[in-house]
């Protein structure tokens, strides 16, 4: 009956902050997040917790209240890692998680944290909990809820079946191999250079790849928003080729691609994707940015392509979760 909970202390504090008007979410605001959520595991009868280790020290500082007659019944411990401060602690830890038997992950972070979690964690399923900027994977949850709900699942009170969704996926293949995944989107940029991982200049896009397109998502998402709507669990995807410069637009969108941060786009085509299909990337050299991240250079001899598959990882509903465990009547005294 173990859980893990992976918090990125980097989440919520990117350039967007700066070009746009999105909200920094400070760590001590997770330090919270965090104590609640084991306050959650904790009523539902979890045993054991293993935190990843970061930087900013989450493990000490969530713990440091508990104490005397509030002390944990629970055993807490640190993985046993090395810390680079970067994305792949997290996918080191999951697959740590993974080997230590843990039934169910927390993840602290926006898509790209989840993106890198969802890399090492094999058949364990999420718990997203948004801290980052565009958020379209995790959900604003409160860390209470999301305790119950991942313990219920840890602890096998209620059945996968009844408490999880499966997401999908893009693969990228590059000359033939699998370089990387993407939860959310894939997009394609006219650059050279990683830079400045976050997205935030839509004139640089040449194409959109997302595995859900819904009108309430924010960033690149919210350009495939306000074409159509493909749900979560729906088997397809959308790919956008957006316009050169000097072509005339097909369609133009206004979306929201960036907190308070609304611009016009310029549409040549678009197209859904199947489960399967491999779509070709349009042009080469180019940066192909992975749930918001800058991550694959591509020179112009290279081949790639985007494969969308319905594998993705496992995710807690938690709104079905603590349904269920009410209908059970694991709540009654």
Known sequence: ??????????????????????????????????RRILIGLQAVGVRNVWFMPDYFGFYDRALEVFTGENSLQMDTRLLDMRINADQEDSQRAATLMLEKGVRCILVLGGDGTNRVVAKGCGEIPLMPLSTGTNNVFPTMVEGTVAGLAAGLVATGAVERENALKRAKKFSIWVNGQERDIALIDAVVLTEQFVASRAIWDVEKIRQVLVTRSEPFHIGVAAIAGSLCRIGPEEAQGLNIVMNRAGEQPQIRVTAAVGPGLMQDVSIADYQTILPGQRIPIVETPCVIAVDGEREITLETEDEAEIELSMEGPWVVDFKQTLSQAVAKGLFRK
Do not use: C, Y
Request: no cysteine; hydrophobic share 45%; net charge positive.
């Open 1 to 34: 009956m173990s859980v893990g909970i992976i918090a990125n202390p980097a989440s919520g504090k990117d350039i967007r902050r700066l070009v746009a008007h999105a909200t920094v979410f400070d760590n001590q605001e997770k330090v919270n997040l965090v």
